[in-house]
């Protein structure tokens, strides 16, 4: 009955996409090569959906979300995909009909459909120009940097920072009006207006990572990105900031793509999750699903790479080894040197991102374990992925 | 080392003498005087810690920044000078002045810091690092010993093979290689504790267990007591035997992990709890995150409030917590806490109905697709 229920919420957000990401290829042109930091990755984001990237530092999860927003400088290029950005007509706060800012620029959009409304047109955002780019950002897609302490300005007051914004990006507003919205938004997250005429250092860790929240809703985006906002910050502290995460989510309808190493943060946060490895998904699902029935090796030691306050201690052990220089990534599936159940075709072909589960089309594992023409034995259960990956670590401790 | 692994007492055993005896210390931080006449000021970061570090025993100081955790790691390591208390290694209080006195100190006890990142000298190498401590401590007489002992060292962290490790630059290394490195030069002068101030926070969750694993296996291979300070309650329960709790400076809660962390009964303990990450507490049916039952932060400790510091932010404050800090109650296990809600003072084994933030919910159980196999499955490749 609860999966007849999730599954009907999967069909709704099918029809409801915000964000494709098609066949993304992002690398870095360094001296001593190449570095693949992005691969081939397609990925969709619905709207109101909150999309966690996991992975270990090095995998590609932050890359992949500045290509998403365009934030990439050289040596950094984008070599190859497009990002689908689907704008809608949206109400504003006043009542007033807003057309997305995207799509006031006149020019043609990339792919038409012409059976749905107008607004449905989705715009290529490798594809803006400058100006389109300008306002499409914070508009439509704020980010949240990783380190509260370092993303604010520290010689200008938190209210004014938030005016800067609304200055650049709307200025038939008036300062009156301006004040009147950087109070709400102070509001909005929690903080005691009167504390707009603060200075950032004199403001909690916790607080200064609310007013950062504050300034990427200033314009009310679709979309927001959020670099592991919560690393610098205390176990409880990092609980509010997400449960006000949450709660905002349900009061305006923004989407979020949730970036971090933390997987078990993650797993109560997200409703999908992508596990990036080497620059590459290697699972996407639903968090529920991801938890309850991981699929690929790599996924099942994430999700026992951390002690958990529950039941008796037990040994954990994690993954042993690291992630690959992604200058000369393992040819076939990048995690073969680490994986406990490599076999012959691992090393060979690439595995391709499919279901693995008929009956839980959400989930995508790129994994030969699922192939049944590569590997007849079938699907590995549980108990296995937990002994293979036991006697994996006996065997690097004796080494 | 065989003959190491043999004096192993089984982790739950309680050795009966420990190692390192902290009593009532407390420390202030005095403020400049704005006013010449005014009353001194002074930041209250700790006060009145008793606890005891045992051989073999890992004890966890579990609290959020602020709490003066790793103010106590640094007056034991005697980077800060207590304001009063006492500090009694193997039995002796340890001597408070003198620069020969901190040196064979520092023999004995050695820290780790929380950011291998800065806690290295980017100009010197892995080799230099370790040499150090070898040199300062008198270890090795020679060259050809020195270079034998860091092999050793680097080994005994898992920086295999040594060999390469030895030339290399802090910047060549991984945090977690860092961490090991920095390890290795607290193990170099050969302590018999070891104080970790938060020795995984800044690594990536999938190293941080190698790191726990590493030092795990120090501390039973080579019966080093350990304090392990962190945030993380998960892994105090992984790691230690011993878990005491601190909120603001005070030790609101202590005793054996396993008791403190599936039973807790401080309020604070209980609020931590209640926001360390489950995932076991996912429900496929319900979105959200639920609530916290306590909001804000810790207090000024400059002008800290009056008895349990806890009381603005705790949900069952009652008058008397304003008025003065609660004496320690036993509530059985060798479990303790500063808590009016469990009495005040001596043994309360007869617990009142409480209260429980942190209610653990019926461990859910998996529904076991995984062992399903797949019937129809995408035999697409890509080479």
Redesign the interface.
Same mark, same amino acid.
């Given at each position: 009955m609860? &999966?007849a229920?999730?599954n009907g919420n999967r069909a709704e957000a099918q029809t409801n996409t915000l964000l494709e990401v098609k066949h993304l290829s992002v690398d870095y042109l360094a001296a001593s090569g190449v570095v693949h930091a992005v691969n081939d990755v397609s990925i969709t984001l619905a709207r109101g959906e909150i999309l966690g990237l996991a992975g270990? $530092?090095g995998c590609g999860k932050s890359t992949l979300a500045y290509a998403i927003a365009r934030l990439l400088r050289p040596p950094a290029l984008i070599t190859e995909g497009e990002v689908l950005y689907y704008p809608r007509t949206r109400v504003d706060e006043a009542g007033v009909q807003r057309v997305s800012t995207v799509s006031m620029h006149k020019r043609e959009p990339r792919v038409q459909n012409l059976d749905i409304d107008e607004a449905e047109e989705a715009v290529d955002i490798m594809k803006m120009g400058a100006a389109e780019l300008r306002a499409f950002r914070w508009t439509e897609l704020a980010i949240v940097f990783q380190s509260a302490m370092n993303a604010l300005n520290p010689v200008m007051k938190i209210g004014t920072q938030i005016m800067d914004v609304l200055q650049a990006h709307r200025p038939e507003m008036g300062p009156d009006a301006r004040r009147q919205r950087a109070l709400e938004l102070l509001r909005l997250v929690g903080i005691a207006p009167d504390r707009i005429n603060s200075y950032p250092h004199e403001l909690?860790?916790?607080m200064r990572q609310r007013a950062i929240i504050a300034i990427a809703l200033a314009l009310s985006p679709e979309i927001i990105i959020m670099d592991e906002p919560t690393t610098a910050l205390?176990?409880?502290?990092?609980?509010?900031i997400? +449960?006000e995460i949450?709660?905002l989510r &349900?009061q305006l309808g923004f989407s979020v793509i949730f970036i971090t190493?933390?997987? $078990?943060?993650l797993?109560?946060?997200a409703d999908k999750i992508a596990i990036m490895y080497a620059g590459r998904i290697v699972e996407q699902g639903s968090?529920?699903d991801l938890?309850?029935? /991981?699929?690929h090796p790599y996924s099942y030691?994430?999700?026992h790479?951390? /002690?958990? +306050?529950?039941?008796p201690?037990r040994n954990?052990?994690? +993954?042993p080894g690291?992630p690959p220089d992604l200058r000369a990534v393992p040819t076939g599936c990048a995690f073969n040197p680490r994986c406990p159940f490599a076999f012959a075709p691992c090393t060979g072909?690439? /595995?391709?991102l499919?279901?693995?589960?008929?009956? +839980?089309s959400e989930q995508l594992v790129a994994c030969h374990l699922?192939? /049944?023409?590569l590997h007849p034995a079938?699907?590995p259960? &549980?108990e296995e992925f937990a002994e293979r990956y036991a006697s994996l670590s006996e065997r690097s401790k004796a080494s | 080392m065989n003959a190491l692994d043999q004096l192993q007492t089984p982790s739950d055993a309680r050795p009966d003498t420990p190692i390192m005896e902290i009593e009532h210390l407390r420390k202030l931080f005095p403020l400049r005087q704005i006013n010449v006449f005014g009353p001194r000021r002074a930041v209250h970061a700790v006060e009145d810690s008793s606890f005891a570090l045992y051989p073999g025993r890992a004890t966890a100081l579990v609290g959020e920044s602020g709490s003066g955790k790793t103010t106590i790691a640094r007056m034991l390591a005697r980077l800060y000078d207590p304001t009063s208390g006492t500090i009694l290694f193997q039995g002796q209080p340890v001597k408070m002045t003198g620069g020969n006195a901190l040196r064979e100190y520092r023999h004995h006890v050695q820290l780790v810091f929380q950011d291998p990142f800065s806690s290295l000298n980017p100009v010197h190498s892995v080799e230099y690092h370790l040499s150090r401590p070898l040199r300062v401590y008198g270890h090795v007489h020679n060259k050809r010993e020195e270079t034998e002992q860091i092999l050793s060292l680097l080994n005994r962290v898992s920086l295999t093979p040594a060999e390469q490790f030895i030339q290399k630059f802090p910047h060549q290394l991984s945090g977690g290689q860092r961490q090991r490195v920095a390890i290795a030069r607290a193990l170099a002068a050969r302590p018999e504790v070891l104080l970790a101030d938060e020795p995984v926070s800044m690594l990536d969750v999938s190293i941080r267990l190698d790191i726990l694993n590493l030092l795990l296996r120090l501390k039973r291979e080579e019966h080093l007591a350990l304090l392990y300070i962190t945030h993380d309650i998960a892994s105090a329960l992984y790691f230690a035997e011993e878990t005491l709790v601190m909120y603001a400076g005070q030790m609101v809660e202590g005793g054996p992990s396993q008791e403190v962390i599936q039973r807790p009964k401080h309020p604070y303990t209980q609020l931590l709890l209640s926001a360390a990450p489950d995932p076991d507490r996912m429900d496929p049916n319900q979105k959200g995150l639920g609530t916290l039952s306590a909001r804000g932060e810790i207090p000024s400790l400059i002008n800290p409030p009056t008895g349990c510091r806890f009381h603005p932010r705790c949900p069952y404050a009652m008058p008397i917590c304003k008025e003065r800090f609660p004496q320690r109650t036993d509530v059985g296990n060798g479990h303790w806490t500063h808590c009016f809600y469990y009495g005040d003072g001596g043994a309360n084994l007869e617990q009142p109905p409480l209260l429980n933030l942190a209610t653990p919910p019926a461990p859910r159980r998996r529904t076991g697709r995984a062992q399903r196999k797949p019937e129809t499955p995408d035999t697409k490749e890509n080479a």
């Open positions: 609860a &999966e229920l999730l270990e $530092s909690s860790g916790g205390d176990v409880v502290m990092q609980r509010e997400l +449960i949450t709660r &349900e190493h933390d997987l $078990s943060l797993l109560e946060l968090s529920f938890y309850d029935h /991981p699929r030691g994430l999700l790479s951390f /002690p958990t +306050i529950r039941g201690r954990v052990t994690g +993954i690291s072909t690439l /595995p391709t499919s279901v693995a589960d008929p009956e +839980i699922y192939n /049944p023409e079938g699907a259960v &549980e | -």
